[in-house]
Each structure stands twice: as structure tokens, then as C-alpha cells.
């Protein structure tokens, strides 16, 4: 798995921070909002238990999007054949110099809603840093390639408890525009964010873990999971 993202978890703090001292909303739903955002905290907080550090930076910057008042796009996510309306978002995020000419990874968190619980019946996590490259599983091979040579991607059925990983595949995050600052970030901190879309594109092969073990898939059972979508929102944050 990507492993960029444990420099991400302790920005992400300073940047929910940052995002509750601003009152200023575009939501129409704040509550909701706040709601949708612990719901992720919490996703965040079981990830980190579980010592995936890489998920977990997910879902807090999926909460991080919520709070900076950045709204989730519907997409068309086709799991197994079968077309399903997801609500997506997507991070950017660099480090100011420290970076240099590192390529930025990209992150996206799609889940399908329930209508009975604020919990999301379904979620579905990539990362990368580029506009079309192959998906890998590094833990299977023991083999790290170049971060911005691959994608990763999961898929998490939250009902029936099970877990499935991308061995194979293709996958891109393309930055499409950037727009004006995120509706509620305070000008005060060392964080700025962009409110921006991308495109996103997603052609696995899934395989579920066998007992939810890092690494252990059962190759006797195979899933599609795929989007490809345009102007999916989302924030390109820089920290100084």
C-alpha cells in the first residue's frame, strides 16, 4: 500500500482546525455535514486500529473535504456488473517545498449512502498520483514501484463486513480546474485550500481478503469495480 500518506495524518488535523474556526457555510445542511464528517472520523479511527495507515489518511481527509465545505458529487460506480449511485470526493495534497518536484498523490473516497443509517453502506478508496496508470497490490509481490507509476484501490462492502483489494487493473485521478478558496477555511494557520474537480477513472480486478488479512486474497473469487467520471469535486491543499 502507499505509505505517503502517513506524513498526511497530522496535516489533516491542522486542517480541520483551520476549518472550524471559519462560519461562513455553502451547505444547506450543516448538521448533516458535521454528521457525514464524525461518520468518516470514525472510519478513520477504525482504519488506524487496524494499522492501515494509507485507508485511515483517507477517510480523515474525506471528514477534512466535509468540513472545508467541500460537497460530494454523485458518480456512476459499477460494482459486479451492476450500476450503482456512489457520492464521491477527492484530495490533493502537497507539502509546500518540502515536496520539491515529488508528484502529489490523489486520493479519492466514494460511498454509497444508506437511507436508515448515516453510515455508508458501501466505500470505495484509490490513491495514486497519476492521470492513467496500472493498478498494483504491493504488499503481494513484496515490490514498492515509483508512486506515480500506480494506483491502489479498495472496496468495502460495511453490511456484510467484507473487504476487497484491486490486484490488477487500470486507474487515474486528472486534475481538471481549480477554483476559488474552500468555502470554509479560516484565513488564519499555515493550510491553503482550492476547491477544484477531476476526472476519475477506475477498471479493477478485485479480490476479497481472506479473513480480512493484509495481503491473504482469495484468488478463486474475483470482482470488477469501475468509474470513469468528470467533474467530481474536490481540494488541492498546500501546507506551508
Known sequence: MLH???????????????????????????????????????????????????????????????????????????????????????????HGQRDGALPALRTMVA???????????????????????????????????????????????????QYWVATAGKAGIKLQSTGEACPKLSPNGNVSCSVAEFGVLLDGEFHPLVRNERGNVDRSRAMSIGTRSTGVNGAVLVFN
Open 111 to 161: 460511498y454509497l449512502p444508506q437511507l436508515d443509517s448515516r453510515r455508508p453502506a458501501e466505500v470505495l478508496y484509490m490513491a495514486t498520483a497519476g492521470d492513467s496508470v496500472v493498478v498494483s497490490l504491493p504488499s503481494l509481490t513484496g515490490v514498492r514501484p515509483n508512486i506515480d507509476a500506480f494506483a491502489v484501490a479498495s472496496w468495502k462492502d460495511l453490511v456484510n463486513r
Open 4 to 94: 505517503r500518506p502517513l506524513r498526511f495524518v497530522g496535516a489533516v488535523a491542522v486542517a480541520a482546525m483551520a476549518a472550524g474556526c471559519s462560519t461562513d457555510s455553502a451547505s444547506p445542511d450543516p448538521d448533516q455535514d458535521l454528521e457525514l464528517a464524525a461518520t468518516f472520523d470514525a472510519m478513520s479511527g477504525e482504519a488506524n486500529g487496524r494499522g492501515d495507515s494509507d485507508e485511515s489518511s483517507a477517510f480523515s481527509g474525506a471528514a477534512m473535504a466535509v468540513r472545508l465545505g467541500i460537497r460530494p458529487t454523485e458518480i456512476a460506480v459499477v460494482v459486479g456488473g451492476e450500476s450503482r449511485r456512489y457520492r464521491a470526493f477527492v484530495h490533493v495534497v502537497r
